[in-house]
């Protein structure tokens, strides 16, 4: 709304445009690619460090036992909904 009342034009972009677009500004090998202080910060700190250190936290094992202890403790209106098989 706001932009139509400033009379703003919207150039449309074909998702398959968007999509090229943002494969080459975020893969390394490709030409266009130019990363700056941001990229550069976050792909130290998060892909490099914590992304890793969460997801090896996220693949513990989880016994059913437990998980079913668990789930006896909510709502059960809430576990009514929920089918095991």
Do not use: G, W
């Amino acid at each position: 709304m706001l932009k139509s009342c400033a009379q703003v034009k919207q150039t449309p972009i074909s998702i398959n445009s968007f999509e090229r677009y943002l494969k080459c500004v975020n893969n390394p090998q490709d030409p266009f690619f130019s990363p700056d202080e941001d990229i550069l910060h976050f792909v130290d700190k998060y892909e490099k460090k914590e992304f890793r250190i969460l997801f090896a936290e996220l693949n513990a094992a989880i016994e059913y036992n437990s998980l079913t202890a668990a789930i006896k403790h909510l709502n059960t209106k809430v576990v009514a909904q929920i089918s095991f098989k």
